[in-house]
Every structure is written in structure tokens, then in C-alpha cells.
């Protein structure tokens, strides 16, 4: 962590003192140490004394004054000469962990106190923060922002091109709504899944997967729908509601499926570095085109199961179950004009007798 304070005078004694008692104030809970020009080993946390004859209180009282340690923790050149210092904390966690971010959030909230009391020295100072685990927040700030952003972006662009082309927005609506079920069910299910396989060594998600499975899934499971809807209405025109829906679907759902199967194929292709050795070991010749699974990337694998799964739930659920039935279900609440017929009337002919018969076929 970084301070920055103008006027500071953190090489001057005062300077000093007041990062004394700063360095005692970040001792929160998950801080075991807090070293800075004062104490630059952190060793001596609020409670503990310093004293004469302790190796660790000669060590502090020799190392603090030492021009090295002025150098690290206070800046001595340029602009900024006397008003920057520097403090580090050690954590009681590992730095990628999530307990290593709540205590990043407490110093945070701690400092926030110590500037909002009235006579406090630090009220025009700048924290600034760094290190892993403030690098690893602020990745995770800036990527659920995007991603955030990202969504709405998508969601409003897809049901404008939508209205554009169906002209009917409870429908257009319903789509938007299948594509996010999807979506959902598939992040849920690719982190139980991961979960379930690695156990207590999985640590979540990498966090490129949600946002590019958002976009793909969209834009797939978008596709097809599009194609049953524009489908559907062809054949309502010709065959009326309910007989033109049954035959969109019937004739729509060997190449939908088809194409969802042979996706959903593609996409498990990026998971053969994890079941790729198996197959070798059954299989010697194909190893050198599955390879051995050392240089497996986690997030390609888990971006490659979830596209799978999410394409073969859109579509065998969302274009076969979902989206047919709602449309049934409009169908009965919106009064439709009379459908024409389902086949064309046969002609009624009189009935030919035995004689008639005999006399044209002689003729």
C-alpha cells in the first residue's frame, strides 16, 4: 500500500510518528504483520513493547534509521520527495483467496475511518493499493462491470433486431427470456460439475467463461429460434395456428437438431486436454493428436463443457419444449381469425352403377 499525503513530511520525525501510529491502526483481523519505515520487519504489533534487551527491538531500532530502509518505504527523489510512504501487509491468507479480499475490504473501511475523524492528520491522503490480492479485486471489479454492461448491450441489440424482423414484442420477449433460462441453467450446471470433479481444489470459474459463454449462447440459441418463429408463421398462414405450428416443428427439427448436435460436438473438442489421455492410453496412435492433458487450460476446458451443454439444452428443451408451447399457449388467448382447412374438400361424385360401367368401359 501506498500513501500519499502533500506536505507529508514522512522523512521528518513527526512524519514518522504519524506513520507509527498508522502502522498500529492496520493491524485489523487478517493482518498478522505491518511493515513500514517505522517498523520495517513487523515485529511489533499494537500490545507488544519494545524492549532493551529483545534481538527483534536492536533489530528495529537499527534498521529503521538506516538509509536503505528510508529509501524503500519513503520517497526521497523528485517531486514527491518526503510525501509518499510505503507500508506492507502481510496476510494471514493466501493472496488468491477470497478471505485475502475481505481484508483488503476492512483495511479499506479502517483507513476510511481514520480520515473521517475530526483531527485526523491523514484527512487529505491518497491510498492507493497493490499487490495480488488488490490486483486480483480490481480484475474482479472491472470484469463484472463489462460483463454487466456486456449483457444489457446484447440483450437490448438482439430483441431490436427481433422486433425489426417479427414485429411482435411478447414474442420477441419470450426468446430473450429462453436464451437467458439457458444461459443460467448452464452456469449453474458447469459449476456444479466442476465443483463435483475437482472437490475443494476448484476455485470457481475462470472469469472470461461467463462472458463469452453469454455471448455465444446468445447469438446460437438466438439463431434458432429465429428460424422456428420465422418458420412457424410461413406455415400458420397456409395451414392456420395450431397445424401450421405442428408442421414448422416437424420440419424444422431434423435440421435444428442437427445442427445443435454437430456444435455441441465442436464445442466438447476444447475439453479433449482433460479426457484426451485416457483415450490415448486405449489408443496409442492418438496420442500425439489428443496429447497428454499437461498443458490443459482450465478456462478452455470449462468455456468448452458449458457452449456443449448450453446448446444441446437450447436445442432439445428451449426449441423443442419451450418455445412451441408458448406459442400454443398465445395462440389461445389471442382470437384468431377461422384457420382455413387442413386438407382441401374431396368432391362428392354420384355413385356409377354396374351398367354404366360396362357400357364405357365397351365404348
Excluded at 191 to 208: H, M, N, Q, R, T
Excluded at 229 to 242: D, F, I, M, S
Aim: glycine share 8%; aromatic share 12%; charged share 20%.
Amino acid at each position: 500500500m501506498v500513501v500519499f499525503q502533500p506536505q507529508g513530511g514522512f522523512d521528518t520525525r513527526p512524519g514518522r510518528e504519524r506513520i507509527a501510529e498508522l502502522t498500529r491502526e492496520l493491524y485489523v483481523e487478517g493482518v498478522s504483520a505491518v511493515r513500514s519505515v517505522s517498523d520495517p520487519l513487523g515485529k511489533f504489533p499494537p500490545g507488544r513493547r519494545f524492549g532493551l534487551f529483545g534481538k527483534d527491538s536492536w533489530t528495529k531500532l537499527i534498521a529503521s534509521p538506516h538509509t536503505q530502509t528510508q529509501k524503500y518505504y519513503v520517497a526521497t527523489e523528485g517531486d514527491y520527495a518526503g510525501d509518499v510512504t510505503r507500508l506492507d501487509l502481510i496476510l494471514r491468507y493466501d493472496p488468491f483467496s477470497a478471505e485475502a479480499e475481505e481484508v483488503l475490504t476492512r483495511v479499506e473501511h479502517k483507513l476510511q475511518t481514520v480520515q473521517d475523524e475530526a483531527d485526523s492528520a491523514w484527512r487529505n491522503s491518497t491510498f492507493v493499493y497493490s499487490g495480488m490480492s488488490a490486483d486480483l479485486r480490481d480484475l474482479k471489479r472491472v470484469t463484472q462491470s463489462d460483463n454487466r454492461r456486456i449483457q444489457i448491450l446484447v440483450v437490448l441489440a438482439v430483441w431490436a433486431v427481433l422486433l425489426v424482423m417479427l414485429r411482435r414484442p411478447a414474442v420477441c420477449l419470450y426468446m430473450i427470456a429462453t436464451v437467458l433460462f439457458s444461459y443460467y441453467v448452464t452456469l449453474g450446471v458447469t459449476v456444479w460439475f466442476f465443483s463435483w470433479v475437482y472437490g475443494p481444489e476448484f476455485l470457481g470459474l475462470d472469469w472470461k467463461v461467463p462472458i463469452f459463454l453469454f455471448v455465444i449462447l446468445v447469438a446460437v440459441g438466438q439463431d434458432y429460434n429465429i428460424y422456428l418463429v420465422t418458420r412457424v408463421y410461413e406455415e400458420q398462414a397456409k395451414w392456420g395456428p395450431l397445424m401450421g405450428l405442428r408442421r414448422a416443428v416437424v420440419r424444422t427439427g431434423g435440421i435444428i437438431t442437427s445442427c445443435g448436435v454437430i456444435m455441441a460436438g465442436t464445442f466438447i473438442s476444447m475439453t479433449a486436454g482433460t479426457w484426451g489421455p485416457m483415450v490415448s492410453a486405449w489408443f496409442p496412435a492418438a496420442g500425439a493428436l489428443l496429447g497428454t492433458g499437461a498443458n490443459a487450460l482450465a478456462a478452455i476446458v470449462q468455456l468448452g463443457f458449458s457452449l456443449s451443454f448450453g446448446i444441446l439444452l437450447d436445442t432439445f428443451i428451449v426449441r423443442t419444449v419451450l418455445l412451441p408451447a408458448f406459442l400454443a399457449l398465445l395462440h389461445r388467448r389471442i382470437k384468431s381469425p377461422v384457420p382455413p382447412p387442413a386438407f382441401p374438400p374431396t368432391p362428392h361424385h354420384k355413385p356409377i352403377d354396374a351398367g354404366t360401367a360396362r357400357r364405357t368401359s365397351t365404348v
